[in-house]
T-cell receptor
Framework: DADVTQTPRNRITKTGKRIMLECSQTKGHDRMYWYRQDPGLGLRLIYYSFDVKDINKGEISDGYSVSRQAQAKFSLSLESAIPNQTALYFC????????????FGQGTRLTVV | AQSVTQLGSHVSVSEGALVLLRCNYSSSVPPYLFWYVQYPNQGLQLLLKYTSAATLVKGINGFEAEFKKSETSFHLTKPSAHMSDAAEYFCAVIFNQAGTALIFGKGTTLSVSS
């Protein structure tokens, strides 16, 4: 089993719908992150969390919200999806004691039509 | 402001040629630096990292990178390109080890021709 698991892997949704992307990890890490990848723009940070009670906005948080339900789970929600949120989304984790490496999930490809 | 820049969104080389992918950062304090690779339709894989130890870092698949503080650079090289190296490469940094997240450059797509 993967250390960082994202569900779903692919999703097509309609404009205006609410959608949640989920991320779970078995690495025991305290830090978790959500990124989106767009061609030519690299990966941009949406939100990050350094522990269960800590939530921080990243570079492009507008239109998104997150929930850190437990140390191992970090969900990303789009309250009302719009087409320009079509992208590849990655969850990542890292350990405060070893901030020199992040571990990534396989990604969720989201299409908003 | 702290930033990371990859020079060249697309690099093309012939098989067997030198690969050079450029990355520069902007910060008064040397950050942690990383190179990740993404093969088509896959996630990200760590190639190598610099965390204030040796300035010449060797990674997987024959890649290496050299941290140059005076040039604020961390360029990725490979002496001889293989067709299988065709992928997108991302430079990433952590500017403040205690309190910030991994920040990525915009990526460089490497094409390898026979």
């Amino acid at each position: 089993d993967a250390d960082v698991t994202q569900t779903p892997r692919n999703r097509i949704t309609k404009t205006g719908k609410r959608i949640m992307l989920e991320c779970s990890q078995t690495k025991g890490h305290d830090r978790m992150y959500w990124y989106r990848q767009d061609p030519g723009l690299g990966l941009r940070l949406i939100y990050y969390s350094f522990d269960v009670k800590d939530i921080n906005k990243g570079e492009i948080s507008d239109g998104y919200s997150v929930s850190r339900q437990a140390q191992a789970k970090f969900s990303l929600s789009l309250e009302s999806a719009i087409p320009n949120q079509t992208a590849l989304y990655f969850c990542a984790t890292s350990d405060t004691r070893r901030t020199d490496e992040a571990f990534f999930g396989q990604g969720t490809r989201l299409t908003v039509v | 402001a702290q930033s990371v820049t990859q020079l060249g969104s697309h690099v093309s080389v012939s098989e067997g040629a030198l690969v050079l992918l450029r990355c520069n950062y902007s910060s008064s304090v040397p950050p942690y630096l990383f190179w990740y690779v993404q093969y088509p339709n896959q996630g990200l894989q760590l190639l190598l990292k610099y965390t204030s130890a040796a300035t010449l870092v060797k990674g997987i698949n024959g890649f290496e990178a050299e941290f140059k503080k005076s040039e604020t650079s961390f360029h990725l090289t490979k002496p001889s390109a293989h067709m299988s190296d065709a992928a997108e490469y991302f430079c990433a940094v952590i500017f403040n080890q205690a309190g910030t997240a991994l920040i990525f450059g915009k990526g460089t797509t490497l094409s390898v021709s026979s």
